[in-house]
């Protein structure tokens, strides 16, 4: 089993990957959600850690300076994934996330954790990219810290979903800021594994939900 299957199946474990009825930030009806808030053990974020690494080594194993994991979601990403790189692939990469409101005692600025640099190549690490709102903001963020170049985003899921035009979201994001986007499964993946049958001929997603999830990228998807 790939680390990618590994990863679905731990997904559907954590509950952070469930099916029903549920409602898009854009409004889609979609038959299943990711939500990576419901991580909650110690255990859950190792491991989850150990995903993002491995999809960073994969797809990265040098041109980065630093994480940053952009507030909220991404500040437990972001730790788990530096603490993974160095445990796993020896690679100790500096990491950073922003405050939501800018601390104006003490130290202050925005940035908690690795203060990045002028010419330093960041990498973002989200959760789920639906619209790319927070990519957009993180990207406008760093104009205001340093002269960085971001040169990767990963996230756990690309939902391959059409964004503002025919494009999915995260190929806009690739044309538009010139970045590698580097998702650890897409949904077409996640369709493909869990439907498989198991040795005992059952299957995690039966055929009804399996329809319904075709149909919605049918509907929904984008090139």
Do not use: W
Request: with cysteine.
């Amino acid at each position: 089993m790939t680390y990618q299957e590994e990863f679905i199946h731990f997904m559907v474990e954590c509950g952070v990957l469930t099916f029903g009825d549920f409602v898009t930030k854009s409004g889609r009806k979609t038959p299943y959600f990711v939500n990576t808030g419901n991580y909650k053990t110690g255990a859950q974020m190792a491991r989850l850690g150990d995903y993002y690494a491995a999809c960073i080594q994969e797809n990265a194993p040098e041109g980065i300076d630093a994480l940053f994991g952009p507030a909220y979601k991404g500040i437990p990403l972001v730790t788990a994934a530096a603490a993974s790189l160095y445990r796993g692939y020896g690679r100790d990469l500096p990491y950073c996330f922003n405050r939501k409101e800018v601390k104006d005692h003490g130290e202050g600025g925005v940035m908690v954790g690795y203060k990045p640099k002028d010419g330093d190549r960041i990498a973002i690490v989200e959760d789920v990219v639906t619209a790319g709102t927070a990519v957009r903001e993180s990207i406008a963020l760093f104009k205001d810290v340093a002269d960085v170049k971001i040169t990767t985003l990963f996230v756990s899921v690309d939902r391959m979903e059409r964004g503002t035009g025919e494009a999915t979201t995260l190929n806009e994001l690739r044309e538009q800021y010139g970045i590698q986007v580097c998702p650890i499964v897409t949904v077409r993946q996640i369709i493909d594994t869990l439907s498989a049958q198991a040795a005992d001929g059952t299957t995690l997603l039966n055929s009804e939900m399996k329809a319904r999830m075709e149909a919605y990228l049918a509907e929904y998807g984008g090139k």
